[in-house]
């Protein structure tokens, strides 16, 4: 018998939890990394952990700790599973205790403000590691469908198509089918944009302003998100497939997500204060819209759904205002 993959999954909310549990339905052996050494503590013995994914009970496969060290020492996967603008401190203090051989793999979908990097550029700038050691796992993933194991498919980007196989050997199970793919910017900015159009689709959602403006939104995001992408290299097919547009649609139709949540909560006039008091996961599109707006600025590409998320969520502009902004722009051709 071969030796199982081991992973460390470093992250204990909702998705870090719920991908370890493919992990280990898939056959690997998971420690699942906790902040708190009483959620720890409390996934050991009960099995479960309520606070994120209440009701699912974990597998014999996942055990979890608050020993960073502990979980990290011979990973062959070493998965991050944390808010997007945490990475970069976390990873700082996690670097030295990464064994030679670990793959790095990125869950989160944002982009670091201020730098304006995408996660696997935080990953090599701090953990000093290969584009070909680091991977990011996106797609139509949420967190709560995948832990009562319904049926999902998933992208598995690395450059190194083989390290891409091999993960996508350790995390495939009959109900999570993950796909590789080599365009790992096209990936990543498939998922980072999708939440900032997640929240612009709960806006007009919390409005009421129909499903054609839904389409039109869903639709209109993915050009502006892949005028960007090519503008950084990746290849624009990727976003018309499980990163871009699949995520988009499952991102925009879910009361699941969180980002739809927000944006729908801030659509029906609550206050960015209010809205922020009833969210109680991480919505990354909440900080990210500025990052993606910082970067789409670098590169000159004009993205006029991000910019209006970024006048509502971050200006206090009244979404009926930026609405007549948005609908008032040039008439311009469908492709240019
Ligand atoms: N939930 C989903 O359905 C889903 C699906 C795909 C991708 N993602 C992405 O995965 C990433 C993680 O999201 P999540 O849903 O698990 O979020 P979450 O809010 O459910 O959990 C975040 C976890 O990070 C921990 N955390 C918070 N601040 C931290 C810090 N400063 N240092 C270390 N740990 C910290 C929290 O304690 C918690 O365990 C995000 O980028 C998200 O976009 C989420
Ligand atoms: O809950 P959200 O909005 O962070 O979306 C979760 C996943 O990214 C959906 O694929």
Redesign the pocket.
């Known amino acids: 018998m071969s030796t199982p993959v081991r992973v460390a999954v470093m992250?204990?909310?909702?998705?870090?939890?719920?991908f370890a549990v493919v992990l280990a339905d898939a056959g690997c052996e998971v420690t699942l990394w906790?902040?708190?050494a009483e959620?720890a503590d409390a996934v050991n013995s009960t099995r479960a952990n309520p606070g994120?994914l209440p009701g699912v009970e974990l597998p014999p496969g996942v055990r979890a700790t608050s020993d960073a060290a502990e979980a990290l020492g011979d990973a062959d996967f070493v998965v991050l599973?944390?808010?997007?603008q945490?990475l970069r401190?976390?990873l700082a203090d996690w670097a030295p205790l990464l064994a030679p051989h670990t793959v790095l793999v990125s869950?989160?979908?944002?982009v670091e403000l201020g730098s304006a990097m995408r996660m696997s550029e935080v990953i090599e700038d701090v953990a000093k590691v290969r584009p070909e050691r680091i991977a990011v796992v996106?797609g139509p993933?949420?967190?709560?469908e995948?832990a009562a194991r319904m049926p999902a498919a998933a992208v598995v980007a690395c450059t190194d198509e083989e390290v891409a196989r091999r993960l996508q050997a350790a995390c495939h199970t009959p109900y999570f089918r993950p796909y590789t793919n080599t365009d790992v910017i096209g990936c990543e900015l498939g998922?980072a944009v999708k939440?900032v159009i997640g929240l612009a689709v709960g806006i007009a959602d919390g409005m009421g302003l129909g499903d054609n403006a839904k389409g039109s939104l869903i639709t209109r995001g993915l050009a502006e998100t892949t005028r960007l992408g090519m503008a950084l290299g990746a290849d624009p097919l990727t976003f018309s497939g499980l990163a871009g547009l699949g995520d988009l649609v499952a991102t925009c139709s879910s009361p699941?997500?969180?980002n739809h949540t927000f944006g729908t909560n801030l659509g029906k006039g609550m206050t960015l204060e209010e809205t922020i008091a009833v969210t109680?996961?991480?919505a990354?599109g909440v900080k990210s819209c500025e990052s993606v707006l910082d970067l789409a600025r670098r590169h000159g590409v004009d993205m006029p759904i991000t910019e209006t998320v970024v006048g509502i969520v971050h200006d206090a502009k009244p979404p009926v205002v930026a609405l007549k902004e948005l609908m008032s722009r040039s008439a311009k051709p469908e492709r240019r």
Request: hydrophobic share 35%.
């Open positions: 992250g204990t909310g909702s998705w870090g939890t719920a906790a902040r708190r959620v994120y599973a944390i808010p997007s945490t401190a976390n869950l989160m979908k944002g996106t993933n949420l967190a709560r995948i998922g939440n699941l997500s969180r109680k996961q991480t990354e």
